[in-house]
Structures are given as structure tokens and as C-alpha cells.
């Protein structure tokens, strides 16, 4: 079949649903997703020398955004050690705690909003990819019937509304409020020295370690099993199918021949449209996982480098939004896999038989 021909077949996909989605999101570059499939199937795509320019886009414009708050609560760190030496010469105690929590009090302003950025970041990322994966799914879905079969396709169609499901209602509205009340329940924990919530962190870092790990370990072994059994249901179909049209008198082997050709187009075009959507994912999650990867290791630099002039409960509370970002940023990363294990391996074994 010529390229001609696959670029008929490819103008007969609706994709405006996805293409809609597209416009609306911040990538990396204006993409046409139909483009896009057409380019990966003729092997025009080179995503490694646009990937490292925005890389060191995203450097220097996160530093822009939020060098105020880093030299705000640098100078505030310096502020306190200044403040807490002036105290000493007074007999009075309280009065170096008075000026801790005056201190304290605007860095945790300072830290919280730099964490409502985080949050906004992460929940505007996940919102995107379930936009995504809602106007791909029905498109992948029609390509898998055309060159695998309606088992493979059905197995995609629950395992991609079961991602949807997972990322909605576990992701979204369960782990970020927990990263949220870690963030909260470590700030108000430095407040006195000695802590009063060392243990409830450690619980909510925890159970968002674990429920990560066992949501991923979840959706890969769904992805197996799925990808086991429907492929070869639906080879068993093909097959029986080939040979009786082996059968028609006098035309058998032409529409053998016809069929075969008939499915390794569709198997290219799955393919494309596999391919194209795991590059769309990069795209997408790029950005929001380079900016909250980047402002958790500033904030991590950052108590490292305040810890030795202050007051060590003010470089734990840095650290603290340190830890915050990058459980968004191992958030981002999981809803990622994801999608990228359940279209991956739909694309890559589904086509076996």
C-alpha cells in the first residue's frame, strides 16, 4: 500500500476532538495531532532537539518566576539569625521566641503560596491528560477494532475509562489534598521545638508512597492480563476469517490477499496513532513536571544553603515544600505511566497473531 493510500485512510479518522484539546493546552509547540500521525508513521518527527530546548526554557523561566519568594525568605532566614543574636543580650527568653514566630509566620505565608502554585500546576496537568485521554480513547479504540479486532479494542476502551476513573478520583481528588494536609501538618510542626506532628507526616508520606506504588503496580498488571488473552481472541477470529474467504470459489486467495493488506494498513495506522499520542503525553506533561521538578530542587537548595545561618526548624519548613513538590512531581510522573503503560502496550501487543 502507498503512502498515498495510508494518507487517505489517515483523513478518514476523526481527530478534531483531540486537536480541539490541543489548541487549548500549553506544549511544546503548535501540533496537529492528524499531522503528528502522519509524521510518525513517514518518520518526519524529531522531539529529542525540541525537548532540550524547552528543558532550558523552563530552567531560567521558572528562576524568573520565583526568585522573589526564594530571595524573600533567604533574606527573612538571615532576618531571624540577625534578630535571634540581638535577643541573647536580653535576659528574657521569650523574647527570641516572639521574634521566631514573627519570622515563622511570614515564611509559612511565603512557603504556602509557593505550594498553591505547585497545587495549581499539578491539578491544571492531570485536568489536561484526562481531556486527553477522554478524546483519544473512542479514536485508538476504532483504529485497534480496524486492525486488531473489537476484543483488543473493548480491552483498551475499559482499561483507558479505568485510567480516567484512577486519575479523576484517586489522583486528583485524593493524593493532592493529602500532599496538601503533609505540607500544612509540617509547617505547623516547626512552629515549637520538639514537633507535635512528626508522626502524622510521616503517615501521609507514606500513604502517598504507597498508593502510588499500588496504583501503578494495579493498572500495569490489568495491562498483562488484558493484553494477553483479548489479542489472541481476537487472532483466533482473523484466522478463521482467512480461511473461509480461502473458500470463495475462484476468488479466495484475492480476498485473502485483500484482507491481509486491509489489516497491515490499519496495524500501520494504529501504530501512528499509538506512537503519536505517547509523543502528544511527552508534550503535554513536560512542561507542569519540569516546573514543579524545578521549584522543589530550588527550595531543596535552598535549605541546604540557609540551614547553617538559621534556625534549623526554618530550613525544615523549606524542606518541607521541597517534599510537597516532589510528591506532586512523583504524582505527575505516575499519572504519566499510566496512560503511557495502557496505550504502549495496546500499540506494541496488540497486534500479535
Known amino acids: 500500500m502507498s503512502g498515498a493510500d495510508l494518507e487517505t485512510l489517515l483523513d478518514q479518522l476523526d481527530v478534531s476532538g483531540i486537536d480541539g484539546m490541543l489548541d487549548s493546552a500549553d506544549t511544546l509547540w503548535d501540533v496537529s495531532f492528524g499531522e503528528l500521525v502522519s509524521d510518525v508513521i513517514f518518520g518526519r ?5 525540541e525537548l532540550g530546548n524547552f528543558c532550558y526554557r523552563i530552567l531560567f523561566a521558572q528562576w524568573e518566576a520565583n526568585k522573589n519568594y526564594l530571595v524573600c525568605i533567604l533574606l527573612l532566614a538571615v532576618a531571624f539569625s540577625l534578630l535571634k543574636n540581638f535577643a541573647q543580650v536580653f535576659e528574657k527568653s521569650y523574647i527570641s521566641n516572639v521574634c521566631f514566630l514573627l519570622i515563622y509566620a511570614l515564611l509559612v505565608v511565603l512557603l504556602m503560596k509557593s505550594m498553591g502554585i505547585l497545587d495549581a500546576i499539578a491539578e491544571s496537568a492531570v485536568g489536561t491528560v484526562i481531556d486527553f485521554m477522554t478524546a ?8 485497534v477494532v480496524v486492525s486488531n479486532g473489537d476484543a483488543t479494542a473493548m480491552a483498551f476502551y475499559e482499561l483507558g475509562y479505568l485510567i480516567v476513573y484512577v486519575i479523576q478520583w484517586i489522583l486528583a481528588n485524593g493524593i493532592v489534598p493529602l500532599v496538601r494536609m503533609y505540607v500544612v501538618m509540617g ?18 508520606e507514606n500513604l502517598i ?8 503496580s494495579f493498572v500495569l498488571g490489568l495491562n498483562i492480563i488484558k ?9 483466533f477470529a482473523r484466522q478463521t476469517l482467512r480461511k473461509s474467504l480461502a473458500f470463495v470459489p475462484g476468488i479466495g486467495s484475492t480476498l485473502t490477499a485483500v484482507s491481509d493488506l486491509f489489516l497491515a494498513a490499519g496495524g500501520v495506522i494504529k501504530n501512528g496513532v499509538g506512537a503519536a499520542a505517547l509523543i502528544v503525553l511527552i508534550l503535554l506533561m513536560a512542561s507542569p513536571m519540569l516546573k514543579v521538578g524545578v521549584m522543589s530542587m530550588f527550595y531543596r537548595i535552598l535549605a541546604a544553603f540557609v540551614e547553617p545561618i538559621a534556625d534549623k526548624r526554618i530550613s525544615n519548613a523549606i524542606l518541607i515544600v521541597s517534599k510537597g513538590g516532589n510528591m506532586l512531581f512523583k504524582l505527575l510522573t505516575t499519572c504519566t505511566i499510566l496512560v503511557f503503560i495502557t496505550v504502549a ?8 497473531g
Do not use: H, Q
Request: hydrophobic share 50%.
Open 45 to 49: 518527527v524529531d522531539l529529542m532537539e
Open 136 to 143: 483519544f480513547i473512542p479514536v485508538f479504540a476504532t483504529t
Open 187 to 204: 509547617l505547623l510542626d516547626y512552629i515549637v521545638e520538639g514537633g507535635r506532628f512528626s508522626k502524622l507526616t510521616d503517615l501521609i
Open 209 to 216: 508512597s504507597w498508593a502510588m506504588k499500588v496504583i501503578t
Open 227 to 235: 493484553n494477553a488473552i483479548a489479542p489472541v481472541t481476537d487472532s
Open 345 to 352: 502496550m495496546t500499540t506494541l501487543l496488540g497486534g500479535r
